[in-house]
């Protein structure tokens, strides 16, 4: 069981799971919020999905976008993220949180924020239609 307050990080080989990290200054991150029931199976798939890259294949993006993944425990939620190179390429981030959908395997709406990086704390988040609708339980 992973503990409130822990993070868990899977990144590229020198980049830190950090938004100061060179690799990372000038991207962002796309986050999804989960109730902690589901979130240590979404993220099993998004780790296998990312390490296995069985799922780049069919994606229109440029794999190495991708910095790495991470997962913040809190109080009743999980906050899983993909972390970009880029915040700038609509396309880009399009993909990404194509690519986020369907490592998932969930066929619910999903609601996925994007936040820069070089506005830490001074951006609005970017959000997509849907609703943050989790349940693994009930994909149908």
Known sequence: T???????????KGIRPEWEDVA???????MLRSRKECSNLLWERLLFAVVCG??????????SEICGIS?????????ICIWTKTST???????????FK??????????????PHHRHGNVKDVKEEGEVVVDVNNEG
Not at 2 to 12: L, P, V
Not at 89 to 99: D, M, Q, R, W, Y
Not at 102 to 112: G, N, R
């Open 2 to 12: 992973m503990e409130t307050g822990s993070s868990y990080h899977c990144f590229r």
């Open 24 to 30: 990372n200054h000038e991207g962002g991150r796309c």
């Open 54 to 63: 069985e799922r780049f294949d069919n994606e229109s993006f440029d794999v």
């Open 71 to 79: 997962n913040t425990v809190k109080n009743s939620e999980h906050l």
């Open 89 to 99: 390429n609509e396309l880009t981030i399009g993909a990404v949180k194509h690519f």
């Open 102 to 115: 369907s490592a998932m395997q969930i066929q619910q709406a999903l609601s996925i924020d994007f936040k």
